[in-house]
């Protein structure tokens, strides 16, 4: 049973417009939230990370948001580059589980021209 | 600035062949693990590792065994390989000990496997 779960496979979204990628999760026992991203034929490169005790944490052009009373997040790109076109998985720790992560099956995001 | 390493980027194997695939990290890290990436079904857990000769299951073990004899290699094996394990394999680490809370873990390129 997935705990992660990215429900939108795929965002289109033009250059320059803001960029939400989506995230629910369903166990209220994970403390940490991360995001990755994956270029084809690469490994998933850390992005940007946000603990549960937080609502909001920003890194440049990234932003995520987290809703824990309704057990969701969402990762902000603006503006969006085509450059930042991959696959962006969200994924959860759980404290206990030596550093085991819980992850989102994807959203493929297309920034076009 | 931490490197993982994958023995090799593609593979290419016979079914029932005993396929290797090796995972090294320069950060001594504690953990490693090891993902499978298919299409529309993103990254499974398929076996990791929390200490030397310690292992875990993840959530797809069967058909697959692990070995981890020294802190910085983690290698995966199937012992017969089928072609329904042909896929993109992904090794990482973390680290407990690191500074900071969230346990970022750190890929590999990447393996294709191929099984024909």
Not at chain 1, 93 to 109: E, K
Not at chain 2, 37 to 59: A, C
Not at chain 2, 75 to 97: G, P, R
Request: hydrophobic share 30%.
């Amino acid at each position: 049973d997935q705990q992660v779960k990215q429900n939108s496979p795929s965002l289109s979204v033009q250059e320059g417009r803001i960029s939400i990628l989506n995230c629910d999760y369903t166990n209220s026992m994970f403390d940490y939230f991360l995001w990755y991203k994956k270029y084809p034929a690469e490994g998933p490169t850390f992005l940007i990370s946000i603990s549960s005790i937080k609502d909001k944490n920003e890194d440049g052009r990234f932003t995520v948001f987290l809703n824990k009373s309704a057990k969701h997040l969402s990762l902000h790109i603006v503006p969006s580059q085509p450059g930042d076109s991959a696959v962006y998985f969200c994924a959860a720790q759980r404290g206990s589980t030596l550093g085991r992560l819980y992850f989102g099956r994807g959203t493929q995001l297309t920034v076009w021209p | 600035d931490v490197k993982v390493t994958q023995s090799s980027r593609y593979l290419v194997k016979r079914t029932g062949e005993k396929v290797f695939l090796e995972c090294v990290q320069d950060m001594d890290h504690e953990n490693m693990f090891w993902y499978r990436q298919d299409p529309g079904l993103g990254l499974r857990l398929i076996y990791f590792s929390y200490d030397v000769k310690m292992k875990e299951k993840g959530d797809i073990p069967e058909g697959y065994s692990v070995s981890r004899e020294k802190k910085e290699r983690f290698s995966l094996i199937l012992e017969s390989a089928s072609t329904n394990q042909t896929s993109m394999y992904l090794c990482a680490s973390s680290s407990l000990t690191s500074g900071r809370a969230a346990y970022e873990q750190y890929f590999g390129p990447g393996t294709r496997l191929t099984v024909t």
